[in-house]
Structure formats: structure tokens, C-alpha cells
């Protein structure tokens, strides 16, 4: 935004499209005094079809300095500031991760699924205490015996 306000008043007035008193008769009409200083008020652009900014715009350029880095700054704590705590949160939960003891971790050998139901009846117990030669047992291998008669 602040590039083409800059670049568009650097830009002569005779430059843009119908203002060229040479060219356009509107322009020779009303122009033709102001147009080759680029001092053209809107006014005198508003009675002809000129696209030229007005002198009132471009001598506003060093005053809206301060309007454009304060849209700058604003951008950047947009874009920035959900960045920076979504690292604080990442950094956070690093140092939370590194002040577990062991004490906190109770020596009972972990489930693999803890608060879920068994689904296989090989999990139920334990396996030495499985007896394997009753097929009765519903605790025996879902398979079978693999196949080996007794």
C-alpha cells in the first residue's frame, strides 16, 4: 500500500491516462496551467477524465509515514504473536515432560490397553496358568492346539 502511494506520486501528473494537455481536450482545457508541475488540485482533475492522483494526496506521503508503521507493527503481532506462544506452550511442555520423577511411576508392568476391555481370552491371565490339554477350559488357545492331537 505505501509502495504504490509512493511510486504512483513520483509519477508525473502528465504521465497518467487523458491528462496530457497535447492529447486530450479536456486536459488542454483545464490542465494545461498546472499539470507539467504536477500541482493539480482535485478539482481541476474532477472536471476532466484524468487518472492522476491530486497534489493534496501526494504531499501527504511523509505524513502517513507514521500510519504506515503502525499497520507494519499491527501486521506483525498478527502474524507473529500466535507463533511465539504456540512456543511458549511447545517449550512448556518440554519442561513439564523433564520434572517427572521416577518416583511418580508405579513399578506395575504397564497394560498395553489400560481401561479397555480384554478382547483376546490370551490376555485374561496368566499363561503358565492356562492348562492348555483341557479343551474345555475357556481360557484355552482360541485355535485350538494348533492342530496336535493328544
Same mark, same amino acid.
Given at each position: 500500500?505505501?509502495?504504490?502511494?509512493?511510486?504512483?506520486?513520483?509519477?508525473?501528473?502528465?504521465?497518467?491516462?487523458?491528462?496530457?494537455?497535447?492529447?486530450?481536450?479536456?486536459?488542454?482545457?483545464?490542465?494545461?496551467?498546472?499539470?507539467?508541475?504536477? %500541482?493539480?488540485?482535485? $478539482? /481541476?482533475?474532477?472536471?476532466? @477524465?484524468?487518472?492522476? *492522483?491530486?497534489?493534496?494526496? =501526494?504531499? !501527504?506521503?511523509?505524513?502517513?509515514?507514521?500510519?504506515?508503521?503502525?499497520?507494519?507493527?499491527?501486521?506483525?503481532?498478527?502474524?507473529?504473536?500466535?507463533?511465539?506462544?504456540?512456543?511458549?506452550?511447545?517449550?512448556?511442555?518440554?519442561?513439564?515432560?523433564?520434572?517427572?520423577?521416577? %518416583?511418580?511411576?508405579? $513399578? /506395575?508392568?504397564?497394560?498395553? @490397553?489400560?481401561?479397555? *476391555?480384554?478382547?483376546?481370552? =490370551?490376555? !485374561?491371565?496368566?499363561?503358565?496358568?492356562?492348562?492348555?490339554?483341557?479343551?474345555?477350559?475357556?481360557?484355552?488357545?482360541?485355535?485350538?492346539?494348533?492342530?496336535?492331537?493328544?
Amino acid at each position: 500500500m505505501r509502495g504504490e502511494m509512493v511510486r504512483s506520486c513520483k509519477v508525473a501528473q502528465v504521465s497518467y491516462m487523458y491528462c496530457d494537455p497535447e492529447h486530450n481536450s479536456l486536459a488542454a482545457t483545464y490542465l494545461s496551467d498546472c499539470i507539467y508541475e504536477d %500541482s493539480c488540485e482535485q $478539482d /481541476e482533475l474532477d472536471k476532466t @477524465n484524468c487518472k492522476a *492522483p491530486p497534489h493534496e494526496h =501526494c504531499s !501527504e506521503v511523509s505524513t502517513m509515514e507514521a500510519f504506515f508503521w503502525v499497520n507494519a507493527l499491527i501486521n506483525f503481532f498478527t502474524y507473529a504473536e500466535p507463533a511465539w506462544f504456540a512456543l511458549l506452550l511447545l517449550l512448556r511442555m518440554e519442561k513439564d515432560l523433564d520434572r517427572i520423577n521416577n %518416583s511418580d511411576i508405579d $513399578d /506395575e508392568e504397564e497394560s498395553p @490397553n489400560p481401561g479397555f *476391555p480384554l478382547i483376546f481370552k =490370551c490376555q !485374561e491371565g496368566d499363561e503358565d496358568a492356562v492348562d492348555k490339554s483341557d479343551p474345555d477350559d475357556p481360557r484355552g488357545p482360541l485355535l485350538g492346539d494348533g492342530g496336535k492331537a493328544a
